[in-house]
């Protein structure tokens, strides 16, 4: 088994002279749960796509269980299971037919595990794809990507469409999957709810760079939200590096800070603040800060930053 | 570049050179279609006296033939793949077929050769008829080698090699060995096989053919008849194609010779094909290679009551060039002398609208080329079409110029044998330093053609940054290759959206390290990322602690 | 393999039926041909059958890429055990098979009519096999233009395809007639027409 079933280096991609990813590098380790959030248009189907071999990169390198992703082998696509945006099944079909070439197709198929999620789901056979709704196409798409068992599950937005039950339900069958040995999961999703609950590793993309990629807990305790207050006016500059973002009204700061530590700490000190308060973010408060659009103190932080 | 450049490098090159192929047929057609009736036909004037000087038994003194030969208008279509392939090989007439006679009833006769044992043989039903009269009708086949004939395939007979043979209608059948080089006479009435004396093993004796000579006769109508109707009862010579006191022998050389059944020896040369009189003169190819259809009758003296046998009288050869524009007739005497021809051409003192009025008849080639109202345009656009195949082909089509036969010329798509470069390989009236100048001449604009598209190609590979050998790869490629490897290039090229590079202005590729232009490191000026960066080290799965099952969150 | 050339042929079964019956009206053609002594009258019917043929053929080969293209089907194919170079080769073998069981009766039905009503001999062997394998080849090489041309969203493309196309891989036919020379160039132009599917399948985006 691979140590690190997904390998992205330098991934560059640019649909139309439009540039959407700039150099992104990640790994997902085995076992790992690992969430892809950004904004629309981030690119965040674009990297599962590349990784898949669905879309070929412009210019970068990405692995998917050891093997290049524009040359995965049939074994391997057989070890991964993808649950696309959309739910992209063949409309025409009925699910049963669907279901028997999805069997057909599969190295392994886990009838029982699948016998199971289609009475959990109580899914018509006979009915066409495209007279499902967008609720039961999901749990459609998720049944037969969790049916053949798969090494590696790849999800893409996967509880678009689900209602709260059906959520919990996915959830837990995610949960199920990553109990089993050496399982790793990859999923984008909007819901931080979801992704905050199962996540190990966070990968948050802003302007086609990885901003963010380390666990939950780190994230938590490296990204700081504070709330100023200084004795008068405050400060136009703080000499503080890594802002992420930063409102002022009178005397009082909110100030949100990447990778917080004491020498960040004692220059803010220098300043003699009335109060420093730190304000606890949840996932959603700590991604709003981080793909909210950059402000003036940013923009500074860039070209000091950017400065040789 | 290779790998993925051969297959549309295939492509275009069978889809341009078809293309260019139909085209150019168009023209051809168009050009044949030009030529009025009466420069598709001639008409041979001659008299019996002329085949047989002296004193005739025709009390009126001469009585005028013609030898007429009309072009059939099929021509251009008669000569594609499809219909001489088919035409070819149906038994009893196909050129290339092994049997010689079929009788397609039940009962009929049917005469073949065998490969597999090397020998010609004869099936049919006959009538026997018993001692008490009674007839009976048995299946019977017989087999015959150089040696004789059996009821047996016996290895005692021999083997024929590589036999030629006449339509088998006359008695004897006459059969040439190319491997032997005898001739054999095969009568299957008496069971016996006679042979003539071995030819000399030299380039002047290669049969090709016996007795019924003719190629493409679906182009030709050729025949004899009397110059006026009411004196036709009076004709005493006829084409006679079932020649018995003589069998005619066509050489590879176009020579036509005269074959003895009985002593199977050639007794003479009874004439040649003619060469129609084309564009340019073509002496240094094979005549037989430069017609594209022909055929040959050998004339006959009825007999009257003071003569016992039909006589020979001669033949009347008609030939068709290439591009099937020129017809040629002529007629020898018994003694192998010509003693009269003609030629297709536009009478004298024939006007059209717009065009002029020679006063000298000019043969049909030419006129088709220059003279006939649409004729120039069309030389015009043949010359252009040949231009826009690629320079390395117009040089071997030079180059094999004098070894292209006339049927090539109909369905030849890389090589042009009817092109102006290959009428310039085959002209005998130029020495050969002048022949290679008109050549390269003829060529200078497909060359020109090609510099420009290697140009474009040049200059679009500059602009998406192809590596330097690519580009000279491609410029070679394109300036031998011509149109389909610049199709090719259109198709296998890279294909992206260009950006603009942030330092030097122009246009790069994305999928490149470094600006081809101005060397420099990738910049994306349009996003704009933040500083700050949140990264840690991925955990080996061993080192992490266990998933947790979450618990409900009651915000949820 | 079989999964997916199953499904080929199952999505695209109309177009499978519709080259059954115009194998079947030759065979028709070809018993009367026979039975009147093949004459001039028959050969327009037969030509402009085995166009027909050869544009069906096209028309499945196309169809089956822009219907994928349409459909977005090897977009789910691909995320199973399958890779993109089996599902062309999947096509492409449909394709052959659909040649063969079109042309195989025609060719049996020759065989018959020749063997009925000329001598037994073995002078037309040698046209027995020039004639089905070049047809055959012209066939496949249709397909394979349509199966090259067909991954596209315009149908426009597609028709000029279809007229241009099978007309000049049929010229083909009409320039050279039959024989090792024209299946050469027919193999050569299969050959690049599969390739170059390949490569324009293989790194496109699904």
């Known amino acids: ?308 | 570049m290779r790998s993925r450049s051969w297959p549309p490098g295939h492509w275009c090159r069978i889809l341009v050179l078809l293309g260019l192929f139909w085209l150019r047929w168009l023209v051809g057609v168009w050009r044949s279609n030009l030529l009025p009736a009466s420069a598709r036909e001639i008409a041979v004037p001659l008299s019996a006296g002329q085949l047989e000087p002296g004193p005739t038994d025709d009390p009126n003194g001469t009585i005028p033939y013609l030898v007429h030969a009309r072009m059939l208008p099929d021509y251009l279509y008669a000569f594609l793949g499809v219909l001489p392939y088919l035409q070819a090989r149906p038994p009893g007439f196909g050129q290339r077929s092994h049997v010689y006679r079929w009788d397609p009833k039940p009962d009929g006769l049917c005469v073949y050769y065998d490969a597999a044992r090397g020998q010609i043989i004869q099936q049919g039903i006959e009538e026997v008829r018993d001692e008490d009269g009674t007839r009976t009708f048995h299946r019977f086949t017989r087999y015959a080698g150089p040696q004789g004939i059996a009821e047996t395939p016996q290895e005692e007979l021999g083997r024929f090699m590589a036999p030629i043979s006449d339509g088998c209608v006359l008695k004897p059948q006459v059969v040439y060995d190319r491997t032997l080089r005898k001739f054999f006479a095969i009568d299957w009435s008496e069971r016996t096989v006679r042979q003539g004396p071995p030819l000399p093993d030299d380039e002047r004796h290669r049969p090709v053919q016996i007795r019924n000579l003719w190629r493409s006769p679906q182009a030709l109508d050729v025949g004899v008849r009397s110059a006026s109707r009411e004196e036709s009862h009076k004709r005493s010579v006829v084409a006679q194609v079932l020649l018995l006191e003589r069998v005619l022998v066509l050489d590879a050389s176009g020579r036509i010779d005269l074959l003895d059944p009985q002593t199977l020896e050639l007794v003479g040369v009874g004439g040649a094909l003619p060469t129609p009189k084309t564009l340019v003169d073509v002496s240094r190819s094979r005549r037989l290679d430069d017609i594209t259809a022909y055929t040959v009758l050998p004339l006959v003296r009825r007999a009257s009551a003071a003569d016992g046998e039909p006589s020979y009288a001669g033949l009347a050869a008609a030939a068709l060039s290439r591009e099937g524009l020129a017809l040629r007739v002529e007629v020898y005497d018994p003694n192998g002398r010509r003693v009269a021809t003609g030629d297709t051409a536009i009478p004298p003192h024939t006007g059209w609208p717009g065009g002029r009025t020679p006063s000298i008849p000019i043969p049909s080639a030419v006129a088709a080329y220059s003279l006939l109202p649409g004729a120039q345009f069309l030389t015009v656009a043949k010359f252009v079409l040949e231009s826009l195949h690629p320079p390395v082909l117009l040089l071997f089509s030079h180059l094999a110029g004098p070894h292209l036969t006339a049927a090539a010329g109909c369905r030849s798509l890389a090589l042009l044998p009817d092109s102006f470069v290959a009428m310039a390989a085959r002209r005998g009236d130029t020495r050969p330093a002048e022949r290679i100048l008109l050549a390269l001449l003829y060529i200078v604009p497909a060359v020109f053609f090609a510099l420009f598209l290697a140009w474009r190609v040049d200059r679009h590979g500059v602009h998406t940054g192809l590596p330097k050998k690519t580009r000279a790869a491609w410029r070679m490629g394109v300036l031998f290759l011509g149109l389909p490897a610049y199709f090719t290039y259109r198709l296998t090229r890279p294909q992206f959206a260009l950006v603009t590079c942030a330092n030097c202005g122009l246009q790069r590729r994305p999928d490149m390290e470094k600006c081809h232009r101005c060397g420099t490191a990738w910049v994306v000026p349009e996003l704009i990322p933040p500083a700050w960066r949140v990264l840690g080290e991925p955990e080996p799965a061993d080192e992490r602690a266990p998933t947790q099952i979450p618990q409900a969150n009651p915000q949820a | 393999m079989l999964t997916l050339m199953r499904r080929e042929a199952y999505d695209n079964i109309v177009y499978l039926v519709g080259l059954g019956l115009v194998a079947a009206m030759l065979i028709v053609v070809l018993i009367s041909a026979a039975f009147e002594g093949m004459q001039e009258d028959y050969f327009l019917p037969l030509g402009l059958l085995t166009f027909l043929l050869l544009l069906g053929l096209y028309a499945l080969g196309a169809a089956q890429m822009y219907g994928d293209r349409a459909n977005r089907i090897s977009s789910l194919l691909t995320t199973q055990a399958v890779t993109r170079s089996r599902v062309l080769a999947a096509r492409a073998l449909v394709g052959l098979l659909a040649v063969l069981a079109v042309l195989l009766p025609v060719v049996v039905t020759a065989v018959v009519l020749l063997w009925a009503f000329l001598p037994p001999l073995d002078f037309y062997r040698r046209l027995l096999v020039e004639i089905p394998l070049t047809l055959a080849l012209t066939a496949f090489a249709c397909h394979s233009a349509g199966l090259l041309v067909g991954w596209t969203t315009n149908r426009i493309r597609l028709l000029a395809g279809a007229v241009l196309l099978v007309t000049a891989v049929a010229s083909l036919l009409w320039i050279k007639g039959f024989g090792p020379d024209v299946m050469a160039v027919l193999l050569l132009f299969i050959a690049a027409t599969l390739l170059r599917t390949w490569h324009t399948f293989t790194s496109t985006s699904l």
């Open chain 1, 1 to 308: 088994m691979n140590d690190n079933p997904i390998v992205v280096e330098n991934l560059v991609k640019y649909y139309e002279g439009r540039c959407v990813l700039d150099g992104v590098s990640f790994v997902v380790p085995r076992g790992c749960i690992f969430g892809l959030l950004g904004r629309n248009g981030s690119g965040k189907t674009t990297i599962i796509r590349i990784l898949l071999g669905l879309e070929p990169p412009t210019r970068g390198r990405t692995q998917v269980l050891g093997q290049d992703s524009t040359r995965l082998s049939a074994q391997t696509h057989g070890r991964v299971g993808y649950v696309a945006e959309g739910h992209h099944l063949i409309q025409s079909y009925k699910v049963r037919r669907l279901i028997s070439l999805c069997q057909g197709l599969s190295l392994r198929w886990n009838e029982e595990f699948f016998g199971h999620l289609m009475e959990t789901f109580r899914l018509p056979l006979d009915r066409k794809v495209k007279e499902l709704s967008t609720g039961m196409r999901a749990q459609l798409n998720l049944a037969l990507a969790m049916a053949i068992d798969p090494e590696l599950l790849v999800l893409d937005d996967p509880t678009l469409g689900l209602d709260t039950i059906a959520r919990r339900q996915f959830l837990e069958l995610a949960i199920d999957v990553i109990q089993r040995q050496g399982r790793t999961i990859l999923f984008s999703s909007h819901i931080l709810s979801d992704v905050e609950r199962i996540a190990d590793r966070i990968g948050v993309l802003v302007a086609g760079k990885l901003v963010v990629d380390c666990t939950l807990d780190e994230l938590k305790s490296r990204i700081k939200k504070l709330r100023v207050i200084f004795p008068e006016a405050a400060p136009p500059d703080l000499y503080l590096t890594e802002i992420v973002n930063q409102r002022q009204q009178g005397r009082e700061m909110v100030l949100t800070v990447a990778n917080w530590n004491p020498q960040k700490q004692a220059i803010l000190e220098t300043f003699r603040p009335e109060s420093c308060t730190e304000m606890p973010m949840s996932l959603e408060d700590i991604f709003i800060e981080c793909t909210r659009p950059a402000t003036a103190a940013v923009t500074e932080d860039v070209a000091r930053a950017s400065c040789p």
